[in-house]
């Protein structure tokens, strides 16, 4: 269970109280990103020469600004760091139940896109939910720039609105690396659509060290990137 709703990894050299892990994030830079950033290269390179620090020819080494004035952005990998506090465990059971904890909180604020089923029939109710868990996996296509939704986590009232699960696969998701979960340890009329990995990366991390029964457990600050909700009631 755990695998499908965070992006999971197993680390037994991992036994600090506070460790510190990395993940990758495709984000925008605009050319004014990258001016600045020219500006503070070129800073520090000056500030060194003046101070014989380095030779002068390193002068030459520093960006053209003149030429930087496209106001459309690139996509860019970029290594972002974050710290993680251990917590110790008894069984399996307790890492799980921390996750959904975390999971909860974080989708815990209505949204825009909650369902209301009053006055509509039931085959209407259906296909309003098929249509915003399709547009909740292409909202992760778009923000997160890695791929499609990968998890659904039903609410178990959501059950009653659907009559055949198995369509959803067919709605824009991947059939063979996709998972429909359905949990009581969510609000029962919420759906959660999510993205996950197996490496550290956007949204919920868990790091297991099975040999000391410690995990490492915390979400990224841009987990709003996978990990979609809305209520039906």
């Known amino acids: 269970m755990i695998t499908k709703i965070s992006n999971y990894t197993i680390n037994n050299k991992c036994d600090k109280n506070q460790a510190c892990f990395s993940y990758i994030d495709m984000v925008e830079v605009t050319s004014e990103d990258v001016k600045l950033e020219s500006i503070r290269n070129n800073r520090s390179i000056s500030v060194d020469v003046l101070l014989d620090e380095r030779p002068s020819e390193d002068l030459d080494q520093r960006y053209p600004i003149e030429g930087i004035y496209s106001t459309m952005g690139t996509i860019t990998p970029k290594i972002f760091s974050f710290n993680m506090t251990a917590s110790i465990y008894k069984n399996p059971v307790d890492i799980e139940n921390a996750t959904f904890n975390l ?111 410690i995990f490492y457990l915390k979400e990224t600050l841009d987990y709003h990137k996978v990990i979609k909700w809305f209520t039906v009631q």
Not at 147 to 160: F, M, Y
Not at 174 to 192: A, G, R, Y
């Open 103 to 213: 999971l909860n909180r974080l989708t815990s604020s209505s949204t825009n896109k909650d369902i209301t089923i009053i006055g509509k029939s039931p085959s209407e109710i259906e296909k309003r939910i098929l249509l915003m868990m399709q547009m909740c996996s292409e909202n992760i296509i778009q923000e997160s720039r890695m791929g499609r939704a990968t998890t659904i986590i039903l609410g178990k009232n959501v059950l009653s609105y659907l009559s055949d699960i198995d369509m959803i696969t067919k709605i824009h998701f991947d059939p063979i690396n996709f998972n429909i979960l359905v949990s009581e340890k969510i609000d029962p009329n919420k759906i959660i659509v999510m993205r996950v990995d197996n490496k550290c990366g956007i949204g919920i991390n868990l790091v297991n060290n099975p040999d000391k029964s």
